[in-house]
Every structure is written in structure tokens, then in C-alpha cells.
């Protein structure tokens, strides 16, 4: 091996009859590829060292990979539901979305009004709990300092209305299962009365019973009009339930899903939903939901003494958020309640405070 004059380094003879041009460079030896002869391994070293010296491209600041990419980081940190909101905002709200593609720097004001607007019709919450998730991940480029000002700041969703919640108690819940319905709707309906969301019981299938109870595993979601069976729940853990008779009966004599249309495929939620309201139209059940029959489920629990984490592991949420959002006392209750510590009536009828409290009515 021999040294160039000039620091122009030296040829290396290889066994393959190939030739490597070698260099110091800041102390360190370096190997350049190979060549047939002194002027390709000269070529090629050169061209090593221009793909070595090349500035690194610049990241991709798309909205869509930078949101992915936080919530990815986050992920250790998120609870399942959580983690799952983000997930579903991400596939199904930022990556088909043209603000996806738009780089984080310039993102703006206008570009995330024009993004609500996608969710017309969808509820108030939903929409306010997409808003905060979206405004939480662009907080993060302001942090790393993408952005001066977070651009979904200044956004406000729609107003939310509180409306009491219409639920029903033990001698409602009998009247309503006298109404004339579907064998298919009156499942739909029996499920949702043992805490099950609608997707849920979309998605359940004969095989999930075991004799005594259900385990709730899986959800039929609608994305972008097209019916998908996401294998877990909204919080992402699976949850047991025990059932009563005469679901029993209806979950021991089939295969397949349970709430399924004429061509054996999964009932589409909405589909069920629609059901709903053409059975309950005209009866004192017209204003109720089918989500309003699980919310039911949820406060009957509670207002029968149920213990929280109990009535939270059959519902599907956390101790916290079953209490936040079911334990709401009935006007009756609340009288019922001030009659046993100072003996108020309250101007109710039939019955002493104390039998309604016992009733639990």
C-alpha cells in the first residue's frame, strides 16, 4: 500500500483484484467502496464522502405524522380509552383529512374550524372531546417550538346543553318490556338494559355467552359509511356480565352474531337505532334512547346500593367516571333523603319517605 503525495490518501489492493482507497480524516482512517480501478475507487470515495457530509432532510412536519408520532410517545402514559380516542381522531379524523397534510408550522386558525366542521351532526361533547385532544398534541409543538401559538386555541366547539338524562325506573323498565317489538329489537334491548353500548352489543356474538353471562370483547364501529369490528371496547378492557333468564334463554339458541341482519352479517348500530324509534314512536318511550337503557342500567345500580367499583366493572368504566356521570338522584330521592334526616315530605304521594327509600322508586 502505497501513500499519495498531497493527503490524497492510499490505494488498497484487495484479494478480488478490486482496489479501496483509504484516508486519514480528523485523525481516523477511513475505508472508501471498492472499484475496479484507482479512478472508480476515487469516485466512489468521493461520493461516500458527499452522502456522508449531506445535511440531514428535514423531518416531516405533517400534521398527520406529527400527531401519530406523539401519540405514540404518549402511549405509556394514556389509559386504554384515552389511547384509543387519539387512535380513532388519528385514522379517522386528521390521516383522511386534508389537514393532515398540512405542515405544523403553518397550520392555522382557519385550517382546524375547517376541521370541526367534518363533525355536523355528531354530538356537542364529541365534538368539544375531539377539540381538546387535537388542541393537547399542537400544545406539544408549541413546546418543541413548531408554533409561537397554539392555531386550536381560539377554536370553540358547539355549546353543550345539559339535558336530564331520561331514565327510567324499575316499574318503567317493566312497562317497556311489554312493548311489541322484533325478537332481534327485543335483544337489542335486553342487552342495553345490562349496561351494553350499542357497538358493543353489535359486536356480540352467541359464543361470547357461556351459559351464565357475557364477556363484551368486541365493538361494531362505522367509519367512513363502511361497517368494521374493532376487537375491543371502548376502554379497550373486556368486561363479564351476568345475565338475566330470559337472556338466558334468547343466548343458549344461536350462532353466529346476535344482532344480525337477514344475510347473517352484524346489525349496523345506527340501523339498531333506527329500529328503536320506529318501535317507540307514539309511546311514552318516543324522547328515549337506546343509550338512555344503559344509562338506566347504570343509576337503578347505584340507587339499589350497588357498590361503585361493582356497578363501574359492569358498566365498562372507571369507579370516578361512573360516579361523575350516573350518580344522579331522581327528584323523589332526593325528598326521600331529606325525610329521613328531618322528616320532610316534600308534598309526595303515597308512601312515607321511608318506603320510598327502601322502594328505591
Given at each position: ?6 493527503d490524497e490518501?492510499t490505494y ?7 482496489v479501496?482507497l ?11 467502496p ?6 472508480e475507487?476515487r ?9 456522508r457530509?449531506?445535511p440531514p ?8 405524522t ?6 405514540t410517545r ?11 380516542l ?11 383529512h386534508?389537514?393532515g397534510?398540512?405542515?405544523v ?10 376541521w370541526?366542521?367534518?363533525?355536523t ?10 377539540l381538546?385532544?387535537?388542541?393537547a ?10 408554533v ?8 370553540r ?10 331514565l327510567?325506573n324499575r316499574k318503567?323498565v ?10 332481534r329489537?327485543r ?5 342495553c338494559?345490562?349496561g ?14 357461556d351459559?351464565e353471562?357475557?364477556?363484551?370483547r368486541r365493538?361494531?364501529l ?6 368494521i369490528?374493532k ?19 334468547i ?7 346476535v ?10 348500530p345506527r340501523?339498531?337505532a ?10 311514552q318511550?318516543?324522547?328515549?334512547t337506546?343509550?338512555?337503557l344503559?344509562?338506566t ?10 357498590d361503585v ?6 358498566m ?9 356521570i350516573y ?21 309526595t304521594d303515597?308512601g312515607?319517605n321511608?318506603?320510598?327509600?327502601a322502594?328505591g322508586t
Amino acid at each position: 500500500m502505497r501513500r499519495r503525495a498531497n493527503d490524497e490518501g492510499t490505494y488498497k489492493q484487495l484479494p478480488s483484484g478490486k482496489v479501496r482507497l483509504v484516508k486519514r480524516i480528523n485523525g481516523d482512517r477511513v475505508y472508501g467502496p471498492a472499484g475496479r480501478t484507482k479512478l472508480e475507487a476515487r469516485a466512489n470515495f468521493a461520493a461516500m464522502l458527499e452522502e456522508r457530509n449531506r445535511p440531514p432532510a428535514p423531518p416531516d412536519l405533517k400534521l398527520a405524522t406529527f400527531f401519530n408520532a406523539q401519540v405514540t410517545r404518549l402511549k405509556p402514559q394514556l389509559s386504554p380509552s384515552t389511547y384509543a380516542l387519539y387512535e380513532t381522531i388519528y385514522e379517522n379524523f386528521i390521516n383522511n383529512h386534508p389537514i393532515g397534510g398540512v405542515d405544523v408550522p403553518t397550520l392555522s386558525t382557519a385550517d382546524v374550524e375547517a376541521w370541526i366542521e367534518q363533525f355536523t351532526g355528531k354530538a356537542p361533547r364529541t365534538i368539544a372531546r375531539y377539540l381538546q385532544c387535537l388542541k393537547a398534541i399542537l400544545e406539544h409543538a408549541v413546546r418543541l417550538g413548531l408554533v409561537d401559538k397554539n392555531p386550536a386555541t381560539p377554536v370553540r366547539p358547539p355549546r353543550i346543553e345539559e339535558h336530564p338524562k331520561d331514565l327510567l325506573n324499575r316499574k318503567q323498565v317493566d312497562a317497556l318490556l311489554k312493548l311489541e317489538t322484533t325478537t332481534r329489537m327485543r335483544t337489542g334491548i335486553l342487552l342495553c338494559l345490562h349496561g351494553l353500548r350499542r357497538a358493543e352489543a353489535c359486536g356480540l356474538k352467541y359464543e361470547d355467552f357461556d351459559g351464565e353471562g357475557i364477556t363484551v370483547r368486541r365493538q361494531a364501529l362505522e367509519v367512513n359509511g363502511e361497517l368494521i369490528i374493532k376487537e375491543s371496547t371502548k376502554t379497550g378492557d373486556r368486561r363479564w356480565i351476568p345475565v338475566d333468564t330470559e337472556l338466558k334463554k334468547i343466548l343458549s339458541e344461536g350462532k353466529g352474531w346476535v344482532l344480525a341482519t337477514s344475510t347473517g352479517t352484524p346489525l349496523r348500530p345506527r340501523n339498531m337505532a333506527r329500529e328503536w324509534s320506529t318501535i317507540s314512536k307514539g309511546t311514552q318511550f318516543e324522547t328515549l334512547t337506546l343509550h338512555d337503557l344503559r344509562s338506566t342500567f347504570g343509576m337503578l345500580m347505584l340507587e339499589k346500593g350497588v357498590d361503585v367499583r361493582t356497578a363501574a366493572e359492569l358498566m365498562g368504566h372507571s369507579p370516578a367516571m361512573l360516579a361523575k356521570i350516573y350518580a344522579r338522584s331522581r327528584k323523589e330521592l332526593k325528598q326521600a333523603a331529606m325525610g329521613l334526616v328531618y322528616g320532610y315530605n316534600g308534598g309526595t304521594d303515597g308512601g312515607t319517605n321511608q318506603e320510598m327509600a327502601a322502594s328505591g322508586t
